[in-house]
């Protein structure tokens, strides 16, 4: 049992280019979710998808693009990558009915220089 | 806006002795709280989580936490500390907001190091 897959691990981007981050989970959850961890301010929600075809803005959404491509993908697209977005990203995904038990991937490690 | 704050950067604890990693909430209504745990270079995995109840909740790898309405606390504990719960701690508040999405909001986070 595979749980929440993300690709790539790490990623070394140049200011302007774009990119996306595959998450997969196989446990037939509806609802997915895309955090960023940064040292100090711990995990931010980017974008979250209650079920597949729909999805909502977090606290941190700016720069971001999302796609519930079914209900095991989740993608996350940077369009114009830029510093700031230097961050350990987190691609989690839970059960519906009140359920908030997360489980995570195993993160994105991504730099831009 | 629901929130949580765990005010220690960083815990040492000395292995076999108690531990506790504090936390405090934020929230109107009920809260739902939660711990979670992230091992280097890994996601975040679930320890336990108050719902409603028992003030005291039991969780994974012998660790507890206790809910407090009075000062708006939900510690974790361990009543003797392995090296092998050297690690990030993060507590966590269900959010709801807007059609009724649910969501985690979490606290900074607190290093956990055990000695040997």
């Known amino acids: 049992n595979a749980g929440v897959t993300q690709t790539p691990k790490f990623q070394v981007l140049k200011t302007g280019q774009s990119m996306t981050l595959q998450c997969a989970q196989d446990m037939n959850h509806n609802s997915m979710y895309w955090y960023r961890q940064d040292p100090g301010m711990g995990l931010r929600l980017i974008y979250y998808s209650a079920s597949e075809g729909t999805t909502d803005k977090g606290e941190v959404p700016n720069g971001y693009n999302v796609s519930r491509l079914n209900k095991r993908e989740f993608s996350l697209r940077l369009e114009s990558a830029a510093p700031s977005q230097t961050s350990v990203y987190f691609c989690?995904?839970?059960?519906?009915?009140?359920?908030?038990?997360?489980?995570f991937g195993s993160g994105t490690q991504l730099s831009v220089l | 806006a629901q929130s949580v704050a765990q005010p220690e950067d960083q815990v040492n604890v000395a292995e076999g002795n108690p531990l506790t990693v504090k936390c405090t909430y934020s929230?109107?209504?009920?809260?739902?709280l939660f711990w979670y745990v992230q091992y280097p270079n890994r996601g975040l995995q679930f320890l336990l989580k108050y719902i409603t109840g028992d003030n005291l909740v039991k969780g994974s790898y012998g660790f507890e936490a206790e809910f407090n309405k009075s000062q708006t606390s939900f510690h974790l504990k361990k009543p003797s500390a392995l090296v092998s719960d050297s690690a990030l701690y993060f507590c966590a508040v269900r959010e709801i907001w807007g059609q009724g999405a649910q969501k985690l909001v979490f606290g900074q986070g607190t290093r956990l190091t055990i000695n040997p």
């Open positions: 989690a995904s839970s059960s519906t009915g009140g359920n908030e038990k997360l489980f």
């Open positions: 929230v109107s209504g009920n809260p739902y």
